[in-house]
Every structure is written in C-alpha cells, then in structure tokens.
T-cell receptor
C-alpha cells in the first residue's frame, strides 16, 4: 500500500463548478497535510496546509481533514481555467519525512 | 513565503559529462533539503534527503555514486549528475524544509536536464 494515494484523474469540471480532489494516507500518526499545485513544466507550489480535523478555508480553496478516516480533500469553488493543473497531496508523518501522492490532473473547461 | 532558488533552469550536456545543479534557500536556513526527479506526466520521485553537514540518504534504486549530493551549508545543496546519459534527462526539483510553517516544503523552480 502506498503511503499517500490519489485518484490520478483526469478530472474535468466546467468553469464555475466545484472541483473536489481527494487523498488518503496510510500513516495514522501523520500530523501535517499539504496540497500543492503543479503546472506543467513547473515545480509545485503550496496551496493549502491543514493540521486539525475539520475544514480550513482560504479564498476559493477549502481543505478538509478527517484523521479518523485518514483522508484529506481539497475543494476548489468557482473553478477557473487557470486552476487547470496537477494537484499533489503531501503528508508529513513526522520530522522531515514527506510523502507525496501521484497527483490528480484537473482540467477546468471554459 | 520562503524562497528556494535553483540553478540552472535548463541545461543541455553531452553524454558522459557531469552536470551540477544548485539549490539555495534565500531567506531561511534549510536544515533539510530534498531532491526529486520527475519524468514527463509522472509524479515526483524522491531521490534523496540531504541534511546539512552529513551524508545524504538515498532512496532505494537511486545510485549514490551517480547522483552526488552535497549539503555543505544551511543555505546550499548541490546535486551532481555524473557521467550523464540520455536516460538521465529529466526535470530535477529541490525542496527545503525549515520555513515558518512547521512541515512546509518550499520548492525550487526546477532544472530541466537534457543529455544528448
């Protein structure tokens, strides 16, 4: 079993819709969770981080964490074509360990 | 946010030569840096974890004699691809931890290596 699993997609949503990206992780003791966005040919950039169960909102982005079920999700409201990218889920179980999912490719259709 | 700078952004070299890629944390001290490789349309693959002043820890399957990593200071780590071959052509990305947010990783811009 992989440490972090994501649906590779591709996920397509129309402009203005809500895009929902999901991620599950195996290490129940994980404490920190991150969502990165990666445009083609570019390096990842941090979108959101979350440590506590529940929702965390930042603009059009909402991260949701459920430690009991070991999943973390990212919702993108009012999706824009510029949101089209690969979204990487990352988990930091402890110290300097980081595990990345394979990424979900999102396409927002104008 | 914290800044990690990677250089060069693009490099083309002949087969058999060596290439050095630098990764610098510009406004914070990076106790740990990570080196990744990414092939087209594939996910990040962690190559090694580098701690300042100590030997890098390589992931399984990554040849430490081919991919030399040096982390001589808290702001600089280098990756040298020795005796490069066309199959080493890839996008190499560094990241660093040690910023204000616990556990946050900051990524360099990436270096695209093409070996002819």
């Amino acid at each position: 079993q992989k440490e972090v699993e994501q649906n590779s997609g591709p996920l397509s949503v129309p402009e203005g819709a809500i895009a929902s990206l999901n991620c599950t992780y195996s290490d129940r003791g994980s404490q920190s969770f991150f969502w990165y966005r990666q445009y083609s040919g570019k390096s990842p950039e941090l979108i959101m981080f979350i440590y506590s169960n529940g929702d965390k909102e930042d603009g059009r982005f909402t991260a949701q964490l459920n430690k009991a079920s070991q999943y973390v999700s990212l919702l993108i409201r009012d999706s824009q074509p510029s949101d089209s990218a690969t979204y990487l889920c990352a988990v930091n179980p402890a110290g300097n360990q980081f595990y990345f999912g394979t990424g979900t490719s999102l396409t927002v259709i104008p | 946010g914290a800044v990690v700078s990677q250089h060069p952004s693009w490099v083309i070299c002949k087969s058999g030569t060596s290439v050095k890629i630098e990764c610098r944390s510009l406004d914070f001290q990076a106790t740990t840096m990570f080196w990744y490789r990414q092939f087209p349309k594939q996910s990040l693959m962690l190559m090694a974890t580098s701690n300042e002043g100590s030997k890098a820890t390589y992931e399984q399957g990554v040849e430490k004699d081919k991919f030399l990593i040096n982390h001589a200071s808290l702001t600089l780590s280098t990756l040298t691809v020795t005796s490069a071959h066309p199959e080493d052509s890839s996008f190499y990305i560094c990241s660093a931890s040690g910023g204000q947010v616990t556990g946050e990783l900051f990524f360099g811009e990436g270096s695209r290596l093409t070996v002819l």
